[in-house]
């Protein structure tokens, strides 16, 4: 199996700062599947679900996974929010479900100085009512293939990286 920290999480919960921070504390290399996949076709999230659809997408995020489990190591990977769903993710590393109540989410993003631009970016948090139905969906199926899991609601990136240290029994501060 290979050895990489992988962040799962709902949207906007926080899995690319925690990836960032925990990075910098670390001096773990992170990427993340959806620039991964931003940069594999050249458009944005929201124009890959306008032009060619969701199944696309998951199309791409499989292909993703299966180039994470075949080459990449000993790396923080950061994934959307329903990157989860993809197969065999366990055998590419640690799985860690960063928790947060769907309130805690919302008005984080709505209080980020770039919240609109967060938003929008997002085709499954433009409808608030779907958006919820996903959340309750997905709770469950985060915990059933998640490692670990991580309260991280109100905490910032450094804090959310010191719990994924503590939990995973990571060497921190990077020298
Ligand atoms: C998605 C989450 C998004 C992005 C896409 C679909 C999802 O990533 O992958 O819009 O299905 O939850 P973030 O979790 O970074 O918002």
Redesign the pocket.
């Known amino acids: 199996m290979a050895d990489n920290i992988i962040l799962i ?5 926080g ?2 700062r925690a990836a960032r921070a925990l990075a910098a504390q670390t001096g773990l290399y992170t990427i ?3 620039n991964l ?1 931003v940069a594999l076709v050249k458009k944005k ?2 124009t890959i ?1 306008a032009e060619d659809g969701e199944p696309c ?1 998951r199309a791409l ?1 499989q292909r993703t996974a299966d180039w994470l489990r075949h080459y990449v190591h000993n790396t923080i990977v ?6 989860f769903m993809v197969n065999n993710l366990g055998e590419t590393g640690r799985i860690v479900y960063l928790h947060s109540s769907l309130d805690g989410i919302l008005s984080a993003l709505h209080s980020h100085p770039k919240a609109t631009r967060k938003i929008r ?5 433009q409808d608030a009512a779907k958006a919820r139905a ?1 959340y309750d969906e ?1 709770l469950p199926l985060y915990r059933g293939v998640a490692d670990y899991e991580i309260n991280v609601e109100g905490l910032d990136g450094d804090e959310m990286a010191g719990q994924l240290i503590k939990t995973l029994k990571l060497p921190g501060a990077a020298g």
């Open positions: 999480g709902f949207m906007g919960v899995k690319g993340d599947t959806d996949i999230i929201r679900f997408f995020e950061s994934t959307g929010g329903g990157f970016k997002r085709p499954l948090l996903l997905r």
